[in-house]
């Protein structure tokens, strides 16, 4: 009995634990099937989360980025008045302020096209030229006894801007100063209130070289010179000149829209011409005359409408006067082209100078 007892508890565990297998393998095909489907729920949402996560990470990116704008060592950790600010804008407290006192008072009249431009962003300077210009507005007002209208918050208004832009408002008067004392000088050493004065003066120096004149001024035939080959006909004397041209040009305006031109010049250029014999060789700023002073220009000119200009000439009132050419070598005498033929090409070239009008 004790032997049988004793074999029943030896072979328990063994008979037990294939018990067990047996119910394992039994449930193991539909777990398995359902773990599968489990499985392909997960990863689908698997692949939803990470979007989701992404999607969310790239806008707590830009969040972070504009929590972190400003909040570097050199910023300003909190504003608490405009002076610590470079610009006014159209939200600030003093921009609001100038802007009511501009509309009450008429301080600011614009800008030359109407427009007030009110909404937009000044400069610390200009805010306070724009203060400047109403406290002078309201200070005439009070001297002409007519500022019944003028309220205590405006002159309250008033004098908390003016703290807060007194190191502007103190630069901008040294600035109007030195401005004043500047148009002062002028005024007293000015040449004319209507007439401008121009001067320029050219040096040169020039030569001609070659065999032969393009052209003989005389030609002189031999007997034996049956052929007409021009033997007689003159060499180039080459030498080199320095010349010089002087101009002054009186401008004078009587209503600001004509004007009234009158040049005096000098100089003692030998022309090209005489040596070579031929026009296209001379240069575009020669002036004759030994440097004795002369009027070579005097021309006046006028609008007639919005569209039409009038030119009259006594003297000098050429076409390219009245035409403005727009190729820089076509231009004036003193910086257009070097040479005349560039400037004065003969097939394209007409007209003479002399007394004229259109």
């Known amino acids: 009995m004790s032997t049988v007892f004793w074999n029943t508890i030896k072979y328990s565990p063994a008979v037990l634990g294939a018990s067990l297998l047996v119910a394992n393998s039994a449930y193991g095909a539909p777990s398995l099937e359902e773990s599968s489907t489990e499985a392909q729920v997960g990863q689908q949402e698997l692949t939803v989360a990470q979007a989701t996560s992404e999607s969310n990470s790239e806008i707590l990116k830009q969040i972070n980025i504009y929590n972190n704008e400003g909040t570097n060592v050199d910023s300003i950790d909190q504003v608490t008045s405009v002076s610590q600010l470079r610009d006014v804008s159209p939200g600030d407290w003093a921009y609001e302020a100038l802007r009511s006192l501009v509309e009450r008072y008429g301080c600011i009249a614009g800008y030359p096209n109407r427009t007030f431009r009110g909404n937009r962003?000044?400069?610390?300077?200009?805010?306070a030229a724009g203060l400047n210009a109403?406290?002078?507005?309201?200070?005439?007002?009070?001297?002409?006894?007519?500022?019944?209208?003028i309220t205590r918050e405006d002159l309250e208004t008033l004098q908390r801007l003016i703290q807060e832009f007194?190191?502007?408002?103190?630069?901008?008067?040294?600035?109007?100063?030195?401005?004043?004392?500047r148009v002062a000088f002028l005024e007293d050493h000015q040449f004319s209130t209507t007439t401008k004065l121009k001067g320029e003066v050219i040096f040169t120096l020039a030569g001609a070289f070659g065999e032969e004149q393009a052209e003989a001024e005389e030609r002189v035939l031999d007997a034996d010179d049956v052929d007409n080959d021009d033997d007689d006909q003159d060499g180039i004397d080459e030498n080199i000149t320095f010349s010089d041209r002087v101009r002054l040009n009186f401008?004078?305006?009587?209503?600001g829209k004509d004007r009234l031109r009158t040049r005096l010049q000098a100089g003692n250029f030998t022309q090209l011409s005489s040596v070579t014999g031929t026009d296209s060789a001379r240069l575009g700023h020669d002036a004759g005359g030994g440097n004795d002073v002369e009027i070579t220009e005097l021309n006046y000119r006028f609008p007639i409408g919005?569209?039409?200009?009038?030119y009259?000439?006594?003297?000098?009132?050429?076409?390219?006067?009245?035409?403005?050419p727009t190729n820089p070598i076509l231009a004036s005498s003193g910086s257009g082209g070097l040479s005349r033929f560039i400037r004065r090409n003969p097939l394209t070239h007409r007209g003479v100078t002399a007394t004229s009008s259109g």
Do not use: W
């Open 306 to 310: 919005k569209k039409i200009k009038a």
């Open 312 to 324: 009259v000439g006594t003297i000098g009132l050429d076409l390219h006067d009245i035409f403005n």
């Open 166 to 181: 007194e190191a502007e408002l103190a630069t901008l008067g040294a600035r109007v100063d030195n401005l004043e004392g």
């Open 134 to 149: 109403c406290l002078n507005q309201i200070e005439r007002l009070i001297a002409a006894s007519t500022a019944d209208f």
């Open 121 to 127: 962003a000044t400069t610390r300077y200009e805010f």
């Open 251 to 255: 401008d004078t305006s009587f209503t």
